[in-house]
């Protein structure tokens, strides 16, 4: 067999003299071979580039063709349900209708295969073209017409297009580059040339889109701003702005130092073309001066004011300050401050929700974490962390499982150019100070082209509108919903031309933010030495959460001793470790002795996830025995608690023409309030309904028990009639019966007391025996004594009028029942049998409003002791008395009442004691033959 030869050719492009062939042969080539080969040569070169053009131009319509039919269905299938039926069907995915053309759709072929980007392959065109036509032919097709859509070239017709040739590439924001400002140039941080190595915030596609902040207005909370600055002051808003520490409207800069709050806004609302400094990002926002921070400290009222000043105007909250960055300190805002955000939250932009925006900290250099900062892990801020310009984090930067995005601080030369004060420019604005403002004047873009956003969505938006930087860090994971985040980039910096896109395409999340919180674990824990983890665990079900299947805030409270507070690691494990957050790292300027206690950590880590699972608590102790500072710690107490939201199936249109969906929340137990998925008005209506349905209960109770009391009662006239046999009732075991009565037509008033004629003539005589006792009239109670106070509370002087009441009943006890009555109010009492001895005279309580019904008889002491001595029985004058008032003085006397239990007791039937108001029975001792009082 022979080979075929191989030609190798030399560096000058002949042939080697030296090629051999398999049959080692040496060839000598004729004359004209060289002319032949290089005629062939050239022909084959020919012919190789008119083919790879041919390719090439096949391949380049392929690719660029795009996977979209428009498709024609009958009238019967015309409705968006039925084409996204079809179009799943037939391989497709209906992009929706085709402008006003009716039954037209818009039909988008699926590809496997990704690489391809929108183009398809001719042979995949003619595939489809194919099972359309098939499905046309049919006799019940639901297609009517189909074409599959190719791009076709346009140009324009003005002079631009002339010149683009000779003038190399536009640039498309060349208009602004054009602006005067001399800080322009030094804003790298705006947008970074194609070029650059630099990142940026992509502001100038925003400013094409005709964004600039108009409409929107932000307070700078700080230690004031220079408003007079001629590249702020036609932004300026002064009659919004306030001296919270002076307590005036005056926040112009009047120290050195306090001149933080004024580059913030220039940040923010510079003038552009001005001739003056820089541009703001928002340059056509309106900007508010609140400050906060001075030559003292604000008071927790005083930042609680600011958070919600002016609450109607304020958009949008920067805050660049927070506790210090020392690595050491763990702070955050008070109770007022707190509420004062949720409120904010709540009902800033007309219920939307005003956005609070917080810088991070620059503590990384003391190995600080923004988890030990309130404010930054507040699930109501958007806590924002500052990158360098090279996309790396600078040195001042903190780690953190609750900062929201990132903004550019800078490092080094590449800091941020702005206001000054005294009318100056400065370009050494630098730190998460600076990223903040950057955020905050961004979401001021946003509101004013999504002004119906809640402050949920802004940060929704945020998350997903982000780059990640510095890919080759390893803190970089995807969540359990497939969003990369990091401990030290939070979820990357944000991107603008991204979140105008994300706004437009954005539907807003269902109304309220839901919350479910579960109950706190209090077993206690002890932390283990030499690294070795405490782990914790807490199961979550879908009925402690209910609707909440995609978080957005995880927040953990934990009671945590410890004697070393900056060497744990705390660690927050999602459902079977497939993310997680680092809540706290070491910090070795923390030597607290103190830990952690009732501290909430928050994490962003988990958006979007499903709390339903096992999560898990680790804490980790890295010292040794040797330094231990005395004993390991103990976590005494620990709960986790999630914000979010419902997912889309769960949520429905409020009938309130908003336009927002609302959470379905079912019936059923959990953690979470039903009413969470109301609105603010119509929770404010259940709680009236409620608190009006309470009190027509208890209205209800207190009238059934009143019903209940009276049935008790036995009432008897005078004409009752005796027994005609015995009538056995029930014995009480303790104690002795009052009868209160109050003589009919009788003025109880002013009336002297009863004769003991007048008394007898009312009972029968059948059925009592009376014993009179003279009765002297000066006995009476006088006019003189009822109105002295002094005397009104003395000892009773006038007797008692006793009476006898013999049995009705053969061989029942031979003790006679003694009826007595007092001689000076008509009350009268009557004894379980032999002789009672009573003083008479309590005080009048037709005379006094602090009378109860049971001051209308003198009240029993169960004792078997001599009566009380006279002067023990007074008692200061009672604090209802009409005298302190404004009422008459009255007077009476009271002895004092000792306590027992009143219980109702039924009387025997047939006993005519005239009308009785009513009856009481005071239990206090044993059943005696004798009570005195």
Known sequence: MRRRSTHFRLAGGGRSDDVVGPDHERHSPPPLAPLRRLGRGIARTIALIILAALFSTAAVAASSAPRTWAIELRDEHNTPAVADAIARR????????????????????????????????????????????ARLRRTDAEYVWFQHQERRPRYRRGGDDIRVGTRGPVDPYSEYHAWNDPLLPRQWYLQAPPESTHVSLNVFPLWKAGLSGKGVQLAVIDDGVEGTHSDLQPNFDAANSWNFLSRTADVQPHDPIDQHGTRCAGEIASIPNNGRCGVGIAYNSRVSGLKVIGDVFPTDA?????????????????????????????????????????????????????????AAGNGGRFNDNCNADGYANSPFTVAVGSLSSDGTLPWYSEPCAAHLVMGLGGTGTQLVATTDINGQCTDAHTGTSAAAPQVAALVALLLEARPDL???????????????????????SPNRAGLMVSHKYAFGLVDGEKLLANARAWTRRPVPQLAAALPSDTTGYPVQLAGVPLVVRTQVTRAQVRVLRRIEHVTVTVRLRHPHRGALTITLYAPDRRSHSV?????????????????????????????VGTWELEIVDPRTPDGTRGQAGTLDEWKIAFTGGCADEDAVLKDDGSG????????????????????????????????????????VLVWVVRQWRARRRHYTTLQDPLPSKPTFHKRPGFGSMQLLMAEEGADTTSSPAASPKKLTDQISLKAMQVWKTATSPSSRASPASMSSPKKAFDAPKSPAIEVTLPSPFPGADTRRPTLTRSASHGNMLLGGGGSVRTSAGPRNPHHDPSATPFDLAPPVSFRDAPPPVAAASARPPSPRSPAEVGGPSTGGSRSTSPAGVRRVLSKPAGLNLGRVASMSLLDAGKDKGKYEQ
């Open 583 to 611: 809540l706290m790292t070491p910090r070795n300027q923390d030597n607290a002795t103190s830990g952690f206690l009732d501290w909430t950590f928050s994490s962003v880590h988990h958006w979007d996830e499903d709390p």
């Open 302 to 358: 005083e930042e609680a004011q600011a958070f919600t000043h002016a609450l109607t105007v304020h958009q949008i909250f920067s805050s660049s300050w927070g506790p210090k960055d020392d690595g050491a300190h763990l702070d955050g805002p008070g109770a007022l401050a707190r509420a004062a955000m949720q409120r904010g939250v709540t009902t800033g932009r007309g219920g939307r929700g005003a956005v609070y925006v917080f």
């Open 660 to 699: 927002d969906r609302t959470c379905i929340v079912p019936a059923g137990t959990g953690t979470m309030p039903g009413w969470l998925s109301l609105s603010p008005s119509d929770r404010s209506l259940a709680t009236a309904g409620v608190v009006l349905g309470t009190l027509a209960i208890l209205v």
């Open 90 to 133: 037939d391989g497709f995915v209906n992009l929706g209708r085709i402008g006003a053309l009716p039954n037209h759709w818009l039909f988008e072929a699926l590809d496997d295969d990704p690489a391809r980007g929108d183009g398809t392959s001719a042979r995949s065109t003619r595939a489809i073209n194919n099972q359309l036509a």
């Open 454 to 476: 809640s402050w949920r969505d802004v940060q929704h938006l945020l998350i997903r509108s982000t780059n990640v930087v510095d890919r080759a860090d390893a803190s970089w």
